[in-house]
């Protein structure tokens, strides 16, 4: 069983940016992309326990903060070691200005 | 006094894991996001700049050299050479390492590899090897790039100014990779998916260093190692000079790059060489952040760092006597001070790893009582 969860609004991220959002004990990374499209992944690295909301956001890339390990934040593949392991990704649908993940 | 195991696979090492020291959360300093993405923000020009011309000085250098060969009028310019490549490219190895020196990733590609083997430094391995000293950063038994420990080997460093040591071990380990080995410690930090690529990587260096010195008998001259390999050797000095100076004679075992690792004011040739590492605890506190932007960020942070050497000299008089003090007594360090604009150190998450530190009133640690020197 999933649901839509409300992460956050619009306008919250910006362009070619990302946030921070916890849920239930979980913790995502909410993506804007330079197209205004959105997208959200695990919160952490899958290298280690460096979240990804302080990386940075290039060209549809993720970039770890700590080890400058790449992810492609749209499918979650890992793009540049040290990090092997691809990123859980979870579907975003944006309504009414507010931006909606499926867990 | 602590006897201390720098091996990974050593107590220390298990210690570090039981301790909370390995893959901990480290102290930042507060930027604004605004800020830091401005600083993150990548670009390809400054690097191509220095790029062109570190290659194109090598290429000059080199023809006068050769043009010049084998007269004694040629040492100067085999030692700029050989700085170049024996030093130079190590910051360039460290920083398209990183993936932060060009915004294109191929360029850094490209010029890590390069680097990588004018280093002998096996860019597969090397680069998990980073990653660990970046997330364990002079953690003892976890870290595996700690140049000064304690007690120093200043013995093992002198000849370090030589590539001796490092160069030697490079050479040997290209050798046991390309039989298709890993060094046990290897192997602790490089996932069994990558251990191919060491392999590979290992057998076309070592076919290019043979046929180097297969070219250099049959010329009857050293002619080609002076351009291939012996830089490594005869340029090693200046990486070692900077090098040296991030994290000597600074405590262990903590979690805050302000305690273990120092930013030196430096001339501009010698930051062109270095590629700014001498900002090495803004690096560390923000890898991200690329080497041509480091000065800006050092100026964003430092209300809450540490004072910064003000040159290669003044760092040198403030590490060697610490270094000859922990020859006899290991357990010294030097604690820096803080500004009184920065955030203290945080006493309950240093207090065990600083040993019997005592603190001052804004919280920062001593280092501990050390018999009279």
Redesign the interface.
Known sequence: MTDWIDACAADDIDEEDVIRFDHDGRTFAVYRSMENDYFCTDGFCTHEQVHLADGLVMDHVIECPKHNGQFDYRTGAAKRSPVCENLGTYRVKVEGGRVFIEL | MTQRDYSLLGPDAKRAVKAGLA?ADWYHTDIP?KD??AL???EDRTAIRDTVILFGAMAVFAAIGIWLWPSWWSAPFWLAYGVLYGSAMDSRWHECG???AF?T?KYNDWVYQIASFCMVRNP?TW??SH?RH??DTIIVGRDPEIVAMRPPALFRIVLNFFGIVDGLTGWQRMLVNASGRLDPEEATYV?E??QPRVIRIARIWTAIYAATIALALAMQSILPLMLIGLPRLYGAWHHVLTGVLQHAGLAENVIDHRLNSRTVYMNRISRFIYWNMNFHVEHHM???VPYHRLPQLHERIKHDLPAPNRSIWQAYREVLPILRRQLGYHDDFLTRALPRTAQPYRVDLHQSALGEAETTSDGTPKAPAVPAH
């Open positions: 893959a996001r830091m993405k993150m923000k990548r990183h993936g932060t915004r990733g597969v680069r998990w990653a970046h997330t996932p998916s990558e923000f890898p991200m």
